[in-house]
């Protein structure tokens, strides 16, 4: 079983950024494609960005120019640089591992307001 814990939430006023961390347990991480979703209010959730197993990454459009994902295989996390936030990025940040199926955590929140 692969446990997903995700860090680096908080207030931020619009225009800053912050960077999420997700650290993953378990011995086949860099196997895994990472991705991060979000899900605010009211709203079903969304796919943010994804990166593979050999680094490649992908982004919503919403994000893209952004935010940056990135993982580091030898520390079994992946992160999410988020700049120039906006309030519509207000949400809960949630880590996934091996795809829709796969492994979920609990999510951080992140809220974007003056």
């Known amino acids: 079983q692969v446990q997903l814990v995700e860090s680096g939430g908080g207030l931020v006023q619009p225009g800053g950024s912050l960077r999420l961390s997700c650290a993953a347990s378990?011995?086949?991480?860099?196997?895994?494609?990472m991705g991060w979703y979000r899900q605010a209010p009211g709203k079903q959730r969304e796919w943010v960005a994804s990166?593979?197993?050999?680094?490649?990454?992908d982004y919503a459009s919403s994000v893209k120019g952004r935010f940056t994902i990135s993982r580091d295989n030898a520390k079994n996390t992946v992160y999410l640089q988020m700049n120039s936030l906006k309030p519509e990025d207000t949400a809960v940040y949630i880590c996934?591992?091996?795809?829709?199926?796969?492994?979920w955590g609990q999510g951080t929140q992140v809220t974007v307001s003056s």
């Open positions: 990166i593979g197993s050999g680094g490649i990454t």
């Open positions: 378990g011995s086949r991480f860099s196997l895994y494609t």
């Open positions: 996934n591992g091996d795809g829709r199926n796969g492994y």
